[in-house]
Nanobody, 123 residues
Framework: QGQLVESGGGLVQAGGSLRLSCAASGRTFSGAAVAWFRQAPGKEREFVASISWNGAITQIVDSVKGRFTISRDNAKQTVYLQMNALKPEDTAVYSC????????????????WGQGTQVTVSS
């Protein structure tokens, strides 16, 4: 029922940082796990990070672990993806998604998606 809107994407040089935001309306984040996925041209959508409804549990894909951090502010109905030390291989459309209950890295488990925000990392 609620909408998810991503923002914060853009063009950045390798080694730079971006902070993506996923803002929700209504009760979208009520008891919901939220995840970030990304998809590069010609590639399958891949899991990046997820966070439980209260932020107590997070999952980070190995390829970005130590560089990306997922967090949430339920009072603001917003989930963030802080991306540091960006690499050209991080270039993709980043989308957030929400689901009730337990967090998961499986895209098929999520049915509430934002439209995505483009992240381009130049070398």
């Amino acid at each position: 029922q609620g909408q998810l809107v991503e923002s914060g994407g853009g063009l950045v040089q390798a080694g730079g940082s971006l902070r993506l935001s996923c803002a929700a309306s209504g009760r979208t984040f009520s008891g919901a796990a939220v995840a970030w996925f990304r998809q590069a041209p010609g590639k399958e959508r891949e899991f990046v990070a997820s966070i439980s409804w209260n932020g107590a549990i997070t999952q980070i894909v190995d390829s970005v672990k130590g560089r990306f951090t997922i967090s949430r502010d339920n009072a603001k109905q917003t989930v963030y993806l802080q991306m540091n030390a960006l690499k050209p291989e991080d270039t993709a459309v980043y989308s957030c998604a929400a689901k009730p209950g337990i967090l998961t890295s499986l895209a098929a488990s999520y049915h509430n998606w934002g439209q995505g925000t483009q992240v381009t990392v130049s070398s």
